[in-house]
């Protein structure tokens, strides 16, 4: 049985909620109910639901990128193809308290970890007072595990109560493409997300092509494009690419109210060659790991990117 909530306001008013359950079934519903009748004060945001299923990566990168505009308060994030097995449930505290995420150790929620400071703590979820009793299965921790403990945290019942301490550094790492430098000077990047829209995200600073032309040949298997530099879609002529920065501070490639995927026929994981018209370029898509451990500093602000990454996530 789930322990009854405290009477009294919760320490926290908000849990953020991201998954690949999708909208068709009724597990989002189920989870959203459980949170409610464990701290009925509490409110669910949800981040999405549109996870590819089973792709811990996407799950992750999405996640990165809204850690920094979250509330305080906790995240529940559930990506989960593992579940069932002896993959850990864990909960992470952030900030030396301000937040918390709880979700599979699989490498889903290292990025986020990673661009908010870093690790204060950890504990695994093994303490079955504070999780629901299963129907003889163990394959909705969302309902099970993750939403009792994300509820009871909001009810200020400390971590260390809801499962073992674990070094955050023992948790499973996320591994995240970075983009490669050249010899020559191009950048060897990778696509990081394609949106509803179809503008392909890659894992590229700005400051990677400081100095370059306006013109940048993009060039990927089976097709090669200029593409013009922009701050804007509608600056992008009809019929060709554009190169953003886009509103996560990466750059893009882009068309004008069309899909630039569609057109270039991108996915995410693909390999671009970025090369400038008017000579010299940078990189090539390497993996760096997202650790999960404690800094000896207090974590900086959401939004500085200082954990134990070298990079941004998305970058």
């Not at 010899?183 to 894992?203: C, I, T």
């Not at 630039?260 to 090369?275: C, K, Y």
């Not at 390497?286 to 941004?312: C, M």
Request: hydrophobic share 40%; aromatic share 6%; with cysteine.
């Amino acid at each position: 049985m789930v322990a009854p909530p405290p009477v009294g306001p919760p320490r926290f008013e908000t849990i953020s909620f991201l998954s690949d359950y999708g909208h068709a079934d009724e597990f989002v519903g189920v989870v959203h109910s459980v949170i409610r009748s464990i701290a009925p004060a509490v409110r669910v945001l949800d981040i999405t639901h549109a996870i590819e299923p089973y792709n811990v990566r996407a799950g992750g990168l999405a996640l990165a990128r809204a850690a920094q505009y979250l509330v305080p308060g906790v995240v529940v994030a559930v990506v989960d193809p593992g579940v069932g097995t002896a993959r850990r449930p864990i909960a992470i505290e952030v900030g030396g308290g301000q937040s918390y995420l709880v979700g599979p150790d699989n490498g889903l929620l290292a990025p986020a970890v990673a661009l908010v400071g870093g690790a204060t703590d950890a504990v695994v979820l093994d303490r079955p007072e504070f999780q629901l009793e299963s129907p003889g299965s163990t394959t909705f921790d969302g309902r099970d595990v993750f939403a009792p403990v994300a509820a009871h945290l909001c009810n200020g019942v400390p971590l260390r109560r809801l499962g073992t301490p674990v070094d955050p550094v023992q948790l499973l790492p996320g591994l995240l493409p970075v983009s490669e430098q050249m010899p020559d000077g191009a950048v060897r990047a990778e696509v990081l997300w394609v949106d509803r829209f179809g503008n392909a995200q890659l894992n590229v600073d700005p400051d990677q092509i400081a100095g370059w032309p306006d013109a940048v040949r993009a060039e990927g298997t089976g097709w090669s494009r200029v593409a013009s530099r922009v701050t804007s879609f509608a600056q992008v002529p009809t019929g060709s690419v554009g190169l953003l920065v886009d509103s996560y501070g990466l750059l893009s490639l882009v068309t004008d109210r069309s899909s630039a995927a569609t057109d270039l026929g991108l996915g995410e994981g693909e390999q671009v060659l970025l090369t400038p018209v008017e000579g010299g370029g940078a990189a090539r898509g390497a993996t760096v790991n997202v650790t999960l451990g404690r800094k000896a500093q207090p974590p900086s602000p959401p939004g500085a990117a200082d954990g134990p990454t070298t990079t941004n996530p998305e970058s």
